[in-house]
């Protein structure tokens, strides 16, 4: 009888390890799908496929001969996902890191754009073209800086 009880204790203590380990599991799956989104603080180009995406990127006070990264964020509120193929500027100061991955409708994307104040000086205004998936949808920054 004492070896029947001792099972089954052993039993009930293994049910309740287990279910212990499937709450705290559910829990945590729960709290990470509900944690809020970190607040971005960069420039946001919502991309919609249709006709020219233009941004204004003001990237603000910058010291003379320093180099400046201004970061971007692509959402493709488009309904077919969008690559951002490559860019072109007027400008040797300005260039972009570009992810090339495909960017699903409904998702985003980050981009880095650096401008090199070196040479440069007063106020600054230029303009880069990224040409995307969707040729005749691409996304232009229309790009401002004062070089102090």
């Given at each position: 009888?004492?070896?029947v009880w001792a099972i089954v204790a052993v039993v009930v203590a293994l049910l309740s390890v287990v279910a212990l380990v499937l709450i705290?599991?559910?829990n945590h799956k729960e709290s990470l799908e509900q944690a809020p989104e970190?607040?971005?603080n960069g420039i946001v180009a919502e991309y919609s496929g249709e006709g020219v995406c233009e941004v204004l990127v003001d990237i603000g006070y910058v010291k003379a001969s320093s180099t400046t990264i201004t970061n971007i964020r692509i959402i493709n509120q488009s309904a077919t996902p969008l690559v951002?193929?490559?860019y072109s500027t007027q400008c040797r100061c300005m260039w972009l890191d570009?992810?090339?991955e495909p960017i699903a409708p409904?998702?985003?994307?980050?981009i880095e754009l650096y401008f090199d104040s070196r040479g440069e000086w007063g106020s600054v205004g230029n303009f880069m073209e990224i040409t995307t998936s969707n040729e005749a949808s691409p996304i232009?920054?229309?790009i401002g800086a004062?070089?102090?």
């Amino acid at each position: 009888m004492r070896r029947v009880w001792a099972i089954v204790a052993v039993v009930v203590a293994l049910l309740s390890v287990v279910a212990l380990v499937l709450i705290c599991n559910t829990n945590h799956k729960e709290s990470l799908e509900q944690a809020p989104e970190v607040e971005y603080n960069g420039i946001v180009a919502e991309y919609s496929g249709e006709g020219v995406c233009e941004v204004l990127v003001d990237i603000g006070y910058v010291k003379a001969s320093s180099t400046t990264i201004t970061n971007i964020r692509i959402i493709n509120q488009s309904a077919t996902p969008l690559v951002l193929l490559d860019y072109s500027t007027q400008c040797r100061c300005m260039w972009l890191d570009l992810n090339r991955e495909p960017i699903a409708p409904g998702d985003k994307c980050d981009i880095e754009l650096y401008f090199d104040s070196r040479g440069e000086w007063g106020s600054v205004g230029n303009f880069m073209e990224i040409t995307t998936s969707n040729e005749a949808s691409p996304i232009v920054l229309w790009i401002g800086a004062e070089i102090e």
